[in-house]
């Protein structure tokens, strides 16, 4: 394929007055740290920018909770515990059964209060900050989490799911754009897809933790799995206090001593640091002030305008693709293991396989990033859950144990397939993808859409599943290879490549309508024009030498 090459247009460059020897040296600087960012490998960074990714990996902890709580109340549907207590008596079964309308009311009740939270976070955060945002709402966590632990019926544990949603939604978003944006751009893979790796080590947790007390008679093995969501709040409302604040989300705010501190505390201790952090910053100041000639009105309309709308279409099919690509199932693990034909115990035994392979992916995937690109993966990953939901929902009309033990197998292949692929690689492109002034909205946007498909995933697939309902079973796979199909279609066509992109490049290629299949071929001078710079920088010296 032939390559192309884009600059900043003259439109991008009109907020910077290149007779202005001051705004040269920024732009001179800004170029110096972009090469030097570069330059650094994996390992490289990984030595280098040890403080920087910490923060990152710490705040991102957040996210455990989120992934804890999906799992602990679908697997609730499957304990005898939870039905004894709130179920409906099925004569088709002979036992208690959660009905397929109050499974779709709890999980959406959590998910009605994160798309509140999402909203709430795009204001906050581009207000206050990401470190106030995540103290407040650790704060409101901790209060929360009263109503589910003594909830005495379903209307009031529902109510608690939501109030547990909002902060969840706030996470959700905040998590991600921090961790983007405090390390260089070779870890922002890595970084993001820890995040997704944090929402795994949730779903693990709580799937160890619901077999644990699966022995526990009473109201407490339901109540016991709630309690333990207080280990979190303090610790992390203690951490978001020491942490520093994301030096791109400072400078948006017009901040820029706050954002020279937070890379003084984010940069390795060497001898030219305050120069490299100097060239850091120029390098946020350049690039912010190129977004703004696109995007001055950094408004929820400005994601829907220009080539905006591309990046938020992004955003909204990759996150719901993570739910319409065949994970649905898994999220209803032990319901949809139980439909199969397996026995309480055995189900739970299998969710906490199919839960470590959100640990066990996201360390493969780390492997595969700076080798593989993120669309190739993506596309990959569904591919390879396409063959496992039609083979599973071809299985649905097998009887017997070998059908059920193939089933079991396979939907565990299918989950490590996609947290090798599609669900850590999701979250560097959500990242990425964004303006930077507008990547806390777009990213609040798509995943606005993402937990709209939840609600649409979690109104279906219990009609599916159950007995008081469709009654699909396996079959339900072949209706999320339909889906997964569809999703990959557009992937061919509109989801770019972004590996090794700085933000500033990402943005010029948007700007400049390059089209998706020709993103990885075309070449980016962000700082084109260097005719202009060079004759500037005799002029940079002498008034420095004035000075």
Known sequence: MATEKVVPSDGELKGFDLSDPHVVELIHDAQQSDADDRKLTVMEAVKKYKKALFWAMFLSTSLIMEGYDLVIITSFYGQTQFKERFGVWDEGTGERLITPEWQSGLSNSALVGQLFGLVVNSWTQDRFGCRLTMMFFMAWMAVVIFIPVFAPSLPVLAFGEAMCGIPWG???????????????????????????????????????????????????????????????PIPLFIGAYLAPESPWNAVRRDNVELARESLMRLAPEEPDKEKKVDSKLAYIQHTTSLEKAETADASFLECFKGTNLWRTEINCVVWAAQILGGNALVGYGVVFLQSAGFTERQSFEINISLSACYIIGGIISWFLFPHVGRATLYMAGLSFIFICDVTIGALGYAKGTPAQMAIGIILVISNLCNMITVGPVCYPIVAETPSGRLRYKTIAIGRFVYNLTGIFQYSVTPLMLSPLGWNWGAKAGLFYAGTNLLCNIWCWFRLPETKDRTFGEIDLLFEHHVPARKFKYTKVDQFAHQADYMSKEAAVEEVDTVA
């Open 170 to 232: 706030v996470f959700q978003t905040l998590s991600t754009t921090y961790a983007c944006e405090v390390v260089p751009t070779v870890l922002r893979p890595h970084v993001t897809a820890y995040v997704c790796m944090c929402w795994g080590a949730g779903i693990l947790l709580s799937a160890g933790v619901v077999r644990a007390v699966s022995g526990i008679e009473g109201d407490l093995g339901w109540r016991l799995p709630f309690v333990l969501q207080w280990v979190w």
